[in-house]
């Protein structure tokens, strides 16, 4: 960390004034309304189009197609402040953010782009302007310096003496370097649009001598802008040929150069942290950030601030925390600062969700999707905190486990076998690991944890029933042909009734085999189904294969044991491929061979789901488009058995009212018994019907099958254009589906979201996983009318169950704000009980701590402290040390109602200098008792698991201490 000052402010009294705010304006204004380019608002942290980001990490990804000649816009000239999230893949920030000051895994690039229209000259011209014009910003400009492309011998490619040129207008030779391909020259991709780019940096040394800091990763000389000038294609073979339309890219950190405007030494000290910092003071009550550079409390006050607006701005545009991809980044994340929060800060319960109104005060001006529904996004993450902090002190005690075998090795490193179960059973991300060994001087066998990764996901792809075997490479597909092995005759699978077939082929996921036996898991082929195969977002049908059939050649085979007469074979999958239904599954009795005749049997319980969700997906779609005055339109869906969700496109949040009349709608129609009609319709004629929804962009059949709730296929076909048409729902849809909507039972909403920008995400339940949830609501409304109506001693142990299983109660959306909304009241209740009898533990435990000093003698106190859980103990152990301050002090609280132990040790400097560690003292106690812990040399924590033994727990500790004071 720089001394406070070294970096000499800008001199221009309305720049030292100028707010994260005015910044961000001020530059859309100056190439807004100065330089003619469109505003374009910042486009979703969530990819709507391009699997190859987790994130949308750069200002031109939205432009992409642009630049790759794949489409185009109705503006040359563009501007904006995009959101980025460089937390995965190529570009991650994750591991730098809270241990240096401008590092960040959100991020906002301010931007201005040409399609074709100015370049370098005017490109370099304005970024000049606005950054030193006493008009606009005024930054010193012999505080920046230049650098560009010095050339590529393997590319052909000279310097960039052009773009070097226009900068010795502005700039002094002695401030522009030339630097290589790696630094200067920038390609989209292995193919693609590419060129040379001038990237701009400003010294902060305290003498303006930092030109040789350039490039050399030091804090005080950082790029602020970089301008790509894209005048290159590189082919797949790796030669370059000019652009016929030469664009520019650039992009500007806006934390950065709001730091460099408010003469600062850090993004964090700037404003646009302030409110944050303000935020976790206040809800830890932990110090005030005083942004140190190595001090454990402002690298949480770092990361914690920087994960939380990352984490915001990514549910409020459609992610999710989850297992996969991009869903996993966001819960690593979220799990960093919860794992920050609660050992750095000492807050035990969830932080985060608190804090989500500061960021949406901080960002929610400039990106109203932050700001859309912020108590949606507390709730998700509530939940993952809760979630994880379930889990993360036995995490934290198991890890204790792990670093003490770990030290006992020569190469002080955690076991990959340890860090694998703390990931797998405990929810410990790897870098997570990775942070908490490091800060004990340790590593991590991340080598051989991958190899364990890579087995789980081997195990769990060998398991998962859709694997290899739901797929046929190209020559199995030649393969089936030659032996004359024809297509599988699906007709049968709109029907309920079991059917007879044969057994044509047995595929393995690596070869076509002839026969299967017990617990073997391999694909069925049958020369015809009555199963659904997963297509159109339905899941796939789920049943059972029997065959009496005789295998007399089975007798060779030494893995069919007793007579060999038939076998069951259960489905548990269903995927349909070059023509050919494959009947994922196992065998579950006997065996079966090729040529086999079978009886194939639907689930029908489970299908009854399927098509009550899928018939209920159809309402939906139609009362959206009744409710809605913007034009809906199917982005995609899921039809499972045990709910339904549906993405649309849509302006904005629906909101309860909405919500409410969309379910009406969809109750009434239930209530109706509307018939539901299908059938197989000449696409041509489908598509004259008025008012029939099809999903865009999707190729169908012809015939195309209609589904029609309330009008009759004939009808249709009668009078295509008749306006009652646009009463009923009609679709393409190949699914299974209700015969009358009485049959749906009921329907709610479950939630409603941003999926992306301008498309919403609705999942939903109907059948029995809905009338099930309002009659939770109903139960759960009664409880709280019965639980406000307590005493207080009665109340807060009643409320606090309450409020727990209302976390995990599957309400429908209006139930949950309705219900949340009554619970928030009853929380604030619960909370002034809470504060007090917190008040009144902790004027008893500071009066046991007094008693304590009083008797202290000695150079070491341990002591047995009763009835304080761990907030409690810490007052105590303040207390003590400020009647104590040159003594050991170990503190050790049993709770025999919770089943545990809290240890607590600090050590002065002058006992550790002989070698007395607190985090090795209280794993001595905590050994004692059953637990594990650990912590710094100073000040450690540990928890036992045996309140019983704690009596043990203060002689362990009398013993280690004895060895160190006489």
Known sequence: MLAPGTLRPVQNSVTRSRSASRVRRDFIEYFVQRRGHTFVPSSSVVPVDDPTLLFTNAGMNQFKDVFLGQGSRAYRRAANSQKCIRAGGKHNDLEDVGRDTYHHTFFEMLGNWSFGDYFKVDAITWAWELLTSREWWGIDPERLHVTVFGGDAADGLDADREAEEIWRSFVPAGRITRWGRRENFWEM?????????????????????????????????????????????????????????????????FERVTRVLQGKDSNYDTDIWSGLFDAIQRRSGARPYAGRIDDPVDIAYRVIADHARCIVVALADGAAPGNEGRSYVLRRILRRAVRMARQALEVPEPMLCDLVPAVVESLGEAFPAIASDPARIARIIADEEHAFLRTIDRGIALFGDAATR??????????????????????????????????EDLLVDETGYERLMEEARDRSRTTSGGDTRAVLPPDVLADLAKRGIG???????????????????????????QRAVLGDAVALILDRTNHYSESGGQVADHGTIRSGDSDPAAQDDPRVSGAPGGGIFRIEDVQSMGGYVLHVGRMTGGSLHAGASVEIEVDHDRRALVAANHTGTHLLNHALREVLTEHVEQKGSLVAPDRLRFDFTAGGALGADRIMEVERRILADIERAVPVAT???????????????????????????????????????????DDAWLEASIEFCGGTHVASTREIANFVVVSEQALAAGIRRIVAMTGPAATAARLAEANLEQQLVDCSRLGDDAFLPAFTELSAAFEGLGLGILARQRLGGRIDAMRERAKALQKRRQSEQRSDVVEQARRVAEAAAGAAIV???????????????????????????????????????????????ALISKGLRAGDWVRAAAAACGGSGGGRPDRAQAGGKDPALAPEAIEAAKRLVARYIA
Not at 686 to 708: C, T
Not at 881 to 889: D, F, L, N, Q
């Open 406 to 439: 770990a030290r006992a090795l020569p190469t002080r490193t955690i076991a990959a076998e340890d860090a694998f179960r703390l990931h797998d059973t405990w929810g410990f991300p790897i870098d997570l690991t990775r942070v908490m060994a490091a800060e």
């Open 487 to 513: 297509p599988t005759v699906d007709t049968a699978k709109y029907a309920t009734r079991p059917i007879t077939a044969r057994i044509r082929a047995i595929w393995t996921g690596e070869t076509i085999t």
């Open 863 to 909: 002591s047995m402290i009763e009835g304080a859980d761990r907030d409690a103990l810490m007052v105590a152990m303040d207390a003590l040390r400020a009647r104590c301050p040159e003594s050991a002090i170990l503190l050790v609280a049993p709770d025999a109602a919770e089943g545990r132990v809290t240890i607590a040790a600090s050590v002065p400097e």
């Open 189 to 253: 991709g292995e193919t693609g649009p590419c060129g040379p780019c001038s990237e701009i940096h400003y010294d902060a040394t305290p003498d303006g001598s930092g030109g040789a800091l350039v490039n050399r990763g030091d804090p005080r000389v950082i790029e602020i802008w970089n301008l790509v000038f894209m005048q290159f294609n590189r082919h797949a073979n790796g030669r370059l040929t000019p652009l016929p339309a030469k664009h520019v890219d650039t992009g500007m950190g």
């Open 679 to 721: 059938g197989a319709v000449p696409l041509a004629e489908a598509r004259a019907i008025r008012g029939v929804r099809a999903v865009f962009g999707e190729k169908y059949p012809d015939p195309v099958r209609v589904v029609s709730v309330g009008a009759r296929i004939e009808d249709l076909l009668a009078r295509p254009q």
